[in-house]
């Protein structure tokens, strides 16, 4: 049996054989212990070493894949996990580095799950390992300690995570600060054996990683008490050097850099979280980082480096009692020239970055990926102490600004670097405050003015061609950039024909930069909500200038170069955005680009961002151009759409399954066209909702198709099929919206005696859920159905069909659901339309129901009014987190093949009661006075005898 896996794994290493031994390894999963055969595999030296790789590689996907289920139960046999528990770890740490690696990678999924409360063996094995005077095992230990506590770096503080905490402290505090004693005196014995240093500097770069780790919430006890022989090893090894750690590549960082530049972020937790503890030893540190910022080179292994000292020294600047000691001028000015000046001038490998890789040079730039960046860190340095000692740091500032200008003058071809950064430091000065992805910088440095500098400095390199570094061009559009909130609505309406002839530049970063700051300007508005660039100023430009953008993206026809700049497509998609039906005049061109590059980038998806504001400006363009001829659209966008499905181009589906909703929703023609309808057999597959990220957008698609092609999927069979989604959707957490979703349509869409035969079988699915794993969004969707559902008397539904399901799942259950689940959670509903939805139903059940009039009468009848009142009169209990839907900014978005909502499609809630007008008050006073009469006077005697006094008035005052 292990030959033949072994054999599968071989072919799997071989790119003619891999597909086909994917799939059989796929086959093999499902067998008994695939897991433990694998482990069996690695650890054997019997195979050769790629073999044994190969394994603890498939063993990890494995284990990512199942572990556990989306509730976080277990998909292997109980004796499977505890072995792999078991034997995990000892594994591990005997293994060559590569598969230390893959296994650490499993540990780590499987503590992401588990850790600590269903394996609180874990810290135990990995201390009972650690040894005093072996680092290649201490490596392997720490790895996995890494990888599982720095989980804790960016969570909130709550009891579970400080139970965790306490936990592994207990066990781990002790024994790894006596670790770190017995590797400084290893470090000492092997000062002279290269490979022995480079082992036990391995070490300590995870143990540094690790203080950080410990540290991130509190400070450890054990940290505290010896906080002083912690403080000493930190400062020996921040100042330590040895020519064996040295890397021969100037380009390159080696465990010195790494080690001293982990040491600098425990410095600024430390300094930032425990001054009360950390504040005696922290003068020795400023001097030393002060030394070493004064006399570092310039070469690019030291950027990590520089970058993470000059945090620290930032952190130290807005601490009052250290920060006196960069008060006076003459300080200031040291401080300027000998740690700002340096880091914040371009060097030679920014301008080969420039040159050589323009989209990594701009995206450095622009998102804060360059914090590692020197110029980013020197920029934070400089603004904190601005922040401190505004007039100084700005008088000082000016004096280089003017100086650098000076030089620029005197020979702009030759000294155009200094214009740079002149520009740089002001600009730096200028801003305060966190500059936003959505606004740029909104508050400003009062001593000095943003539209003078530009006026003086920087128009004139934007309107004239001629001798003007590119480098100075992007820094005119990056200061319109930065400063875009602060420029008035008139100057931005002057500069944007500036702006829009750049991207004509043959210079990439030039002419990406200009198409950055046309997408952020398009997007401004001002104080009353107005554009600031109002649409009839772009709408007579936007064929060309979309033409234009267009090309450059297609300029290289290579898949990964069409979709390298989402910079581009981002401004597409604004434009698309802002002329809306503006677009229909020239519908066939933009059509045709939207389809070639579809086929294009189908083939190698391999830049979401881009991809995603593709499909965000498709979706837009559908929008707006397709109500004007939808079939035409339909047509055009199927063969690619369905290409990318049969071609299973997973990232794409959910975008493509939105698209071809937003397609038939803006068709308002009443029967479902012939190809939606061939879509339906298909989309129904189970394979097709095996992906999570296919899901909501499937159930998009579905919800448009079915209103229109109910009496066609009658017809098919297919209520069954679509019912099996929703019982398949409502059995898991992360997809229970999503179920109710789609069995909202579905009531909505189909006549009663279509579903009659389905209702109790619906009903017993979801109360099964309420009973075995309830959860709040569970109750409250389960109650906005509920409200949904007696609301339609229009369809023939009311509160008695519902309870006379609900009696047919089990005799008795109606009145313990309606009591502590239905009126229990109705409070909480938080959208207005569904509050409307269960206000309608409320007052259908008081006015119409015959069983709340009878049966219910004595509690039930009053309860109902008064849930009703409270609806009415209350706001809601809780904002629940599913009824909130903020616009996203794509900079806070993760992309995965998960799902992305697209925006400009987003679908808008449809009222399904209009008729009940503006205030509800009112017609709930009317509703039930045509009861009462209807009823003969039912309505107010129930009123009278089940009610208290104050109900009583309120309801009066509706009536009267």
């Not at 790789?53 to 499977?80: H, M, Q, V």
């Not at 001028?329 to 040291?334: A, G, H, K, P």
């Not at 009112?922 to 006094?949: C, F, I, P």
């Amino acid at each position: 049996m292990a030959d033949a896996l072994g054999a599968l794994l071989e072919a799997s290493l071989d790119p003619r054989r891999n597909k086909e031994a994917e799939l059989a390894l796929r086959q093999e999963e499902q067998k008994p212990n695939f897991s433990l055969q694998l482990l069996q595999i690695t650890a054997s030296a019997s195979h050769p070493y790629n073999i044994r790789l190969a394994s603890a590689l498939c063993f990890k996907n494995f284990i990512k894949r199942n572990w556990t289920n989306e509730d976080g139960n277990y998909k292997l046999p109980e004796a499977e996990v505890a072995t792999i528990k078991r034997e995990l770890i000892t594994l591990m740490i005997s293994m060559p580095a590569g598969i230390q690696t893959q296994l650490g990678e499993a540990v780590s999924v499987i503590a992401d799950s588990d850790f600590w409360e269903r394996w609180d063996t874990l810290v135990d094995d990995l201390v009972s390992k650690l040894s005093p005077s072996d680092p290649a095992v201490n490596v392997g230990v720490l790895q996995v300690a890494h990888s599982i506590f720095k989980r804790w770096r960016p969570l909130f503080q709550s009891n579970e995570l400080y139970l965790e905490i306490n936990h592994v402290l207990e066990k781990f505090g002790t024994p790894f600060l006596s670790l770190f004693e017995s590797l400084d005196n290893y470090l000492e014995q092997n000062k002279g054996n290269k490979e022995n240093l480079t082992q036990g500097f391995t070490q300590l770069n995870l143990m540094v990683k690790l203080i950080y780790d410990l540290s991130c919430h509190d400070l450890p006890p054990m940290f505290e008490d010896n906080i002083a022989a912690v403080a000493t090893i930190l400062l020996k090894y921040l100042t330590y050097d040895n020519q064996l750690l040295h890397t021969d590549d100037d380009t390159e960082a080696g465990l010195l850099e790494y080690v001293r530049a982990g040491i600098f972020e425990v410095l600024t937790l430390y300094v930032q979280k425990f001054l009360d503890a950390f504040g005696p030893h922290v003068g020795q540190f400023i001097q030393s980082s002060w030394n070493f910022l004064t006399t570092i080179g310039q070469e690019t292994k030291y950027d990590i480096l520089v970058s993470r000292a000059l945090h620290f020294l930032t952190s130290v600047a807005s601490m009052p009692e250290h920060a006196v000691a960069f008060q006076a001028e003459e300080t200031l000015s040291q401080i300027i020239e000998k740690v700002i000046l340096p880091n914040v001038s371009l060097r030679e490998s920014d301008e080969e970055l420039f040159e050589d890789e323009p989209i990594e040079f701009i995206r450095r730039d622009l998102e804060g990926s360059d914090s590692e960046t020197r110029r980013r860190a020197a920029t934070d340095f400089l603004r904190r102490l601005a922040e401190k000692f505004e007039e100084s740091v700005t008088k000082v500032v000016l004096k280089y600004t003017e100086h650098y200008l000076a030089e620029y003058a005197k020979d702009p071809a030759s000294n155009w670097k200094a214009k740079d950064t002149a520009t740089y430091l002001f600009s730096a000065i200028a801003a305060k405050g966190v500059a936003t992805s959505t606004h740029g910088v909104t508050a400003t440095n009062t001593l000095v003015s943003i539209t003078d500098f530009f006026q003086q400095n920087l128009a004139a390199d934007l309107i004239t061609d001629d001798g003007i570094h590119p480098i100075l061009k992007v820094d005119a559009i990056k200061y319109l950039y930065t400063f875009r909130s602060i420029i008035t609505k008139e100057q931005w309406q002057g500069v944007l024909p500036v702006l829009v002839k750049h991207l004509a530049s043959d210079n990439y970063v030039v002419y990406t930069y200009a198409a950055i700051a046309v997408e952020r300007a398009l997007f401004l508005s001002d104080g009353q909500g107005q554009p600031v660039i109002p649409p009839t100023e772009i709408t007579p430009l936007a064929k060309d200038l979309l033409e234009h953008i267009f090309t450059l993206i297609q300029k290289d026809p290579a898949p990964q170069k069409v979709q390298e700049n989402e910079f581009l497509m981002r401004c597409v998609m604004r434009v698309l955005v802002v002329i809306r039906e503006g677009v229909v005049p020239f519908t066939d061109t933009v059509l045709q680009r939207f389809i070639t590059i579809t086929q294009i980038i189908s083939s190698n998806p391999s830049n979401p961002r881009f991809y995603y504001y593709f499909f965000e400006a498709m979706g837009a363009f559908i929008r707006y151009a397709a109500p004007a001829d939808p079939a035409k659209l339909e047509q055009a966008f199927y063969a690619p759409f369905a290409g990318i499905l049969q071609g299973d181009v997973q990232e794409f589906m959910p975008y493509v399954f939105q698209l071809f909703a937003a397609l038939l929703e803006a068709n308002s023609s009443a029967s479902l066209p012939s190809y939606y309808q061939e879509l339906i057999g298909p989309i129904l597959m189970p394979v097709m909702w095996d992906s999570r990220g296919n899901i909501p957008a499937l159930v998009r698609l579905l919800a448009s198709i079915i209103p229109r092609g109910s009496e066609y999927i009658a017809q098919q069979n297919q209520i069954e099929p679509i019912l099996g989604i929703f019982q398949k959707l409502v059995s898991t957490k992360a997809n229970e919206g999503y179920a109710f979703d789609l069995l909202e349509t579905v009531v909505e869409s189909f006549p009663p005696t279509a579903l009659q035969q389905y209702f109790v079988s619906i009903m017993q699915i979801i109360m099964q859920r309420l009973q075995n794993s309830k959860t709040e969004n569970l109750a409250v969707r389960f109650v906005r159905f509920y409200h949904f559902v007696t609301a339609h008397d229009d369809k023939g539904y009311n509160p008695d069909f519902i309870m006379q399901v609900t009696e047919q799942v089990q005799q008795g259950l109606f009145t313990p659901v309606y009591l502590n689940v239905i009126l229990q959670d109705t409070q909480k509903l938080a959208r207005p339309l569904d509050r409307k939805t269960a206000v309608l139903s409320l007052t259908k059940t008081v006015a119409d129901s015959e069983a709340f009039a009878t049966k219910y009468s004595q509690k039930g009848w009053g309860f109902t009014v008064n849930a009703l009142l409270k609806l009415l009169e209350l706001p809601p209990d809780v904002t629940h987190k599913d009824d909130v839907n903020a616009e996203v900014d794509i900079d806070q978005m993760s992309f995965g093949v998960g799902f992305t909502p697209l925006n400009t499609i987003r679908k808008s809630p449809t009222d399904p009661w209009p008729q009940t007008g503006a205030d509800l008050k009112v017609w709930v006073g009317s509703y039930l006075k045509e009861a009462d009469k209807k009823h003969n006077g039912r309505v107010s005697q129930m009123a009278q005898t089940r009610l208290d006094d104050q109900a009583k008035a309120v309801l009066g005052s509706y009536i009267a």
